[in-house]
């Protein structure tokens, strides 16, 4: 079965300092994964995933097959990034249905 | 471009009570439909799934049900509530497809039970 570690329940850092989520993933297959963010009285949020490649809100995600790691990093940390992080790890389970397995989640504090 | 909505916010019932939580998604047709709990410390636990109307699948034994009755309408259900059933129930939609669907939620309902 698939599983999700997000080593760190909560994160703290200064405003201007890199930022790196850690998540680590176990799976047998291909893995596809996602950042899914929650900002404080909003909704669980898609931040980014793997397969896209980008940059949002000046955060990236590589994938590292060999460390099996799914790291989210931001080079200078804003007040605006307070929330709590998601990995996740999708898997196509058949009969139509796509699943994702979550970690249970990072929550950063962006001191200012 | 679809949504998801999510009802009620925040609902307190006394323990025996019966639950109904609904969720209702636009904007598109035959998506794929969760449930989830969200608790602190402990992530996004997946309860039930549906790829359509009519068909669900348990993810975890459990005090809830749900339901599909119609193609964009989700709903989880109790006929004697808990007090381990307290929570945050999250519903969520996906296109569906075999690889790289994330996952849209709604604004999740706050369950207490007393």
């Known amino acids: 079965a698939q599983r999700v570690t997000q080593p760190e329940k909560l994160l703290s850092v200064f405003k201007g300092a890199p930022v790196e989520l850690k998540c680590n993933y176990s799976?047998?297959?291909?893995?596809?994964l996602f950042w899914y963010v929650q900002y404080s009285r909003q909704r669980l949020q898609l931040l980014l995933r793997?397969?896209s490649r980008e940059s949002i809100k000046g955060f990236t995600a590589d994938l590292n097959k060999g460390e099996t790691s799914f790291h989210l990093k931001k080079p200078f940390a804003q007040e605006e990034d307070s929330a709590m992080y998601y990995c996740?790890?999708?898997?196509?389970?058949?009969?139509?249905?796509?699943?994702?397995?979550f970690g249970k989640g990072t929550k950063l504090s962006v001191i200012p | 471009s679809q949504t998801i909505h999510q009802w009620p916010a925040t609902l307190v019932q006394p323990v025996g009570s019966p639950l109904s939580l609904e969720c209702t998604v636009e904007?598109?047709?035959?998506?794929?439909l969760y449930w989830y709990r969200q608790a602190a410390g402990r992530g996004l636990q997946l309860l039930f799934y549906?790829?359509?109307?009519?068909?669900i699948s348990s993810e975890v034994p459990q005090n809830l049900s749900a339901s599909r009755p119609q193609d964009r309408q989700f709903i989880l259900s109790s006929k004697k509530l808990l007090l381990s059933d307290s929570g945050f129930y999250l519903c969520?939609?996906?296109?569906?497809?075999?690889?790289?669907?994330?996952?849209?939620f709604g604004d999740g309902t706050r369950l207490s039970i007393l």
């Open positions: 969520a939609w996906s296109f569906k497809g075999k690889s790289n669907q994330p996952q849209h």
């Open positions: 799976y047998s297959g291909s893995p596809e």
């Open positions: 793997h397969i």
């Open positions: 996740a790890l999708g898997v196509y389970s058949g009969a139509g249905s796509y699943q994702l397995t």
């Open positions: 904007g598109t047709s035959n998506p794929n």
């Open positions: 549906s790829v359509g109307i009519g068909q």
